[in-house]
């Protein structure tokens, strides 16, 4: 698999000691500490969304003060890449539609990549199609 991008220096730093602290480097832990660290925001307020002791999420925490429209979503994409956490009765928030739509999004590939290496793994170039064939 190819690097994966940070957003920032302090979103790499975020990241390594998040993963050190939990002393669990799989990729429930990789995906969703990597999507809260892009926001200096969400890295701030990280133990509002995971609870360090059961290493499980905090729901709640999408309806804190200090959520903005743009971690509100990277929020639940780190979620839903953790155990396919929605929203009851608010499940459409949790669609691409919604939640790629912000800044963000080149960014949330990546962590996409992070929970799933074995499917996101870099495709062969695409083969030049004959001319005058369709398929």
Not at 7 to 33: G, Q
Not at 38 to 66: C, M, Y
Not at 101 to 109: E, L, R, T, V
Request: glycine residues 6%.
């Amino acid at each position: 698999m190819a690097e994966f991008r940070f957003a920032s220096k302090e979103h790499e730093n975020f990241f390594f000691s998040m993963l050190k602290k939990c002393d669990n480097h799989d990729s429930y832990h990789r995906a969703f500490f990597y999507c809260v660290g892009i926001s200096d925001t969400a890295r701030s307020n990280v133990g509002r969304l995971f609870d360090f002791e059961k290493h499980q999420i905090k729901p709640e925490g999408l309806h804190e003060g200090w959520q903005t429209g743009g971690t509100v979503r990277l929020t639940r994409l780190a979620f839903n890449l953790w155990n396919g956490y929605v929203e009851p009765e608010d499940e459409r928030m949790s669609t691409p539609y919604e939640i790629f739509d912000c800044g963000y999004a080149p960014y949330f590939y990546e962590a996409i990549r992070q929970r799933y290496p074995e499917y996101c793994r870099e495709l062969p170039p695409a083969k030049e199609k004959s001319a005058g064939k369709e398929r």
